[in-house]
């Protein structure tokens, strides 16, 4: 049975009257990988600052077991003022530098020392010289394999000149240079770009401690949690697996649960019909028997409330065109800088839902303004539907005026506003986004990032669209609302273009995905799947225009007539299949020793350490891994067919 790391023992804070965690235990065990998750204001961020002692409880115990080295991240990381990225690194391992001072120390202290005294300090002498035998006694080559871990290029920058993915990358090496055994993450792959994302996945999937991990990333949740908690109502309810484990089994018990409370509201109609037959009826009753009808009711009335959030349903314009956009040739540069789009050609039809895919920096958002016309093309040519509706979230959330209130931003002070299925008291519409009538006269410059985009997406809905341009829409939002989201841009009969670092939203609804490719005449791909799909499909499709070039290389030979193909597999195709297995058991292993390696700090120590190659082959091992994976695909499909 594993340790227990960390532990909550009947927690309870409270902001005010409400109680935001009530008498909430928690154990987290040595080796347990945990997903945390809940709604905007559960209190998750408040969990963090429990665990990160930033916030006392009001009552019970948060427990470390003593020891345990602790690493913890939270969603906007802090740094010293004007602190380097070297520095930051080297305040990370502050432990390290007390216990080479207390080494000095020991060794200046023995020299007067006698008996016990001297009996103690040789036995603390040899516990420090051991973790700085572990560790290193030299801080440098430690520091250089964070840096390449986590692409930290430019030690001497100040941490707070950098952008947010850049700091986030700098407090995630600071949280590996630990090598902690406790590691509580709050959103670690807000700003990151993909590749960011796919490190921070491997070390997660190699990491041996005990990892509390809160995030809205679902594709990470399902690679890395063994299991998942809920946050709700102050309370956490507990799951097995991963994500989408976590998905079946509350989907049962959602389903058990209406059952229960289908037969709770007949009884308790039975039990409100008798009550009112009137006065001379409930003298029959005895006073608890009443009581418990009551309590009955409120039971029933809790279980029963109706959701903040309904259905959210985004209208498509009128517009029947096929063809919304068209762009033939198309660049762009800003003055001075690199060229963003290489002679780009799309062609937008109405009901693809495109995802663009690319890291920090390479020109999504700029590629989206070019195509409103916000921005003009440095060459090419790009032909819009003169009668085209286009609705846009950007990226700055600049839609929104900060001086007016919430409804005002909404409704410009009508009363009501046309949801396509009618008119609705502008008040009432905000409530189903999660803003009571209180506080719609807010200012709009006081809403979080995750009220923002909740408002703005509420004001998207009011208007039909025949395209629809969303950037970074799901940024801040809370998991039931992504759902929601997805479930509403499933159903949008429009075109979509959509930006988003969450790999498990893009995969759930995009149709097409235009992929960025550095080395590629354009420099944007476009092709017809999911994200998720997009390295097979560019090795498939690199792989299928080899044997065309080679073709057309050679002289035309005499056509012969071809023969009827028996179906099934071909003994040469059977021996292939034998091979591809084989072989991708082989990679299975390698990549289990690969993420071995890079779990292990000391792999990075020396500049040509196992760890460099290690992050080198994990790439390779990957790309090959799926090339093989689709070959076995094809053959198995010819196999079944015989």
Same mark, same amino acid.
Request: aromatic fraction near 4%; charged fraction near 15%.
């Given at each position: 049975m594993p340790s227990i790391a960390l532990s909550l023992i009947n927690v309870t804070k409270r902001y005010g009257a409400t109680a935001i965690l009530d008498g909430l235990s928690l154990g987290l065990f040595q080796g347990e990988k945990v997903g945390l998750i809940g709604r905007n204001g559960a209190g998750k961020s408040t969990l963090f600052r429990l665990l990160s002692n930033d916030e006392a409880p009001d009552s019970g115990e948060v427990v470390l077991t003593q020891g345990l080295r602790v690493a913890r991240l939270s969603q906007e990381p802090h740094f010293a003022p004007g602190a380097t990225v070297r520095q930051a690194l080297e305040a990370s391992l502050a432990d390290h530098s007390l216990l080479l001072a207390r080494h000095q120390q020991i060794h200046e202290t023995l020299h007067g020392a006698s008996g016990a005294a001297e009996a103690r300090l040789l036995d603390e002498l040899q516990s420090v010289e051991h973790h700085l035998e572990r560790w290193g006694w030299d801080l440098t080559p430690r520091l250089k394999a964070a840096a390449t871990v986590w692409n930290l290029d430019d030690l001497d920058? $100040?941490? $707070?000149?950098?952008?947010?993915? =850049?700091r986030k990358r700098v407090a995630l090496a600071q949280a590996w240079l630990? $090598?902690?055994d406790v590691l509580v993450l709050d $959103? @670690?792959?807000?700003?990151?770009?993909?590749?960011?994302?796919e490190r921070l996945e491997a070390w997660l999937q190699a990491y041996e401690g005990a990892l509390l991990?809160? %995030?809205h990333d679902r594709h990470l949740l399902d690679a890395v949690a063994t299991r998942m908690l809920e946050l709700e109502d102050g309370a956490l309810r507990s799951y097995e697996g991963g994500y989408s484990d976590y998905l079946l089994e509350k989907s049962d018990r959602e389903f058990r649960e209406s059952r229960l409370t289908e037969h709770m509201q007949n009884r308790l109609r039975r039990e409100m019909a008798w009550l009112r037959r009137g006065a001379k009826a409930r003298t029959r009753k005895s006073k608890l028997r009443i009581q418990e009808v009551l309590d009955l009711k409120d039971t029933v009335e809790d279980r029963t409330r109706l959701e903040i959030r309904q259905g959210l349903t985004f209208a498509a314009g009128g517009n029947r065109s096929d063809a919304l956009i068209r762009a033939e040739g198309l660049r762009f540069a800003y003055p001075g800088g690199a060229e963003l789009l290489g002679g780009l050609d799309l062609s937008l039809q109405r009901?693809?839902?495109?995802?663009?895919?690319? @890291?920090n920096g390479c020109g999504k958002s700029t590629l989206l303004k070019v195509l409103l016309g916000e921005l003009e093309a440095t060459a090419g040519e790009v032909v819009r539907h003169p009668k085209m509706a286009? %609705?846009?979230i950007s990226q700055g959330r600049g839609e929104l005026d900060g001086a007016r209130s919430i409804l005002d931003n909404l409704a410009d002070r009508a009363?009501?506003?046309?949801?396509?299925?009618?008119?609705v008291l502008a008040h009432v519409y905000l409530t189903r986004f999660g803003f009571p009538v209180d506080q719609q006269a807010r200012p709009a410059a006081t809403l979080s990032g995750g009220e923002r985009n909740r408002l703005l997406l509420a004001k998207a809905m009011l208007s039909p669209a025949d395209l629809l341009v969303l950037d970074e829409p799901t940024n801040d939002l809370d998991i039931p609302t992504l759902q929601n989201l997805e479930e509403a841009l499933l159903g949008f009969g429009g075109t979509l273009l959509l930006v988003s670092h969450d790999r498990f939203f893009l995969d759930q609804v995009a149709t097409h %995905?235009?992929? =960025?490719n550095p080395a590629g005449t354009p420099r944007w791909e476009l092709y017809e799947g999911a994200p998720s799909t997009v390295r097979s499909l560019r090795e498939a499709r690199a792989a299928a225009q080899e044997p065309v070039k080679a073709e057309a290389s050679r002289p035309a030979a005499k056509a012969d007539s071809p023969r009827p193909r028996k179906p099934g597999l071909s003994q040469k195709e059977q021996r292939r299949l034998a091979e591809v297995e084989a072989a991708l058991d082989a990679l299975h292993a390698r990549l289990a020793t690969v993420d071995a390696c890079l779990a292990d700090p000391s792999a990075f120590l020396a500049s040509d350490g196992p760890g460099h190659q290690a992050l080198r082959d994990r790439e390779a091992v990957r790309a090959e891994q799926e090339v093989l994976e689709l070959e076995w695909l094809d053959l198995e499909e010819k196999r079944g067919g015989a």
């Open positions: 920058a $100040e941490v $707070e000149s950098l952008s947010g993915g =850049w630990k $090598e902690p $959103e @670690p792959t807000n700003h990151l770009d993909p590749d960011q994302v991990l809160i %995030t009901g693809m839902r495109i995802a663009l895919l690319g @890291p286009a %609705t846009t009363a009501l506003v046309d949801t396509g299925n009618g008119t %995905t235009l992929a =960025w």
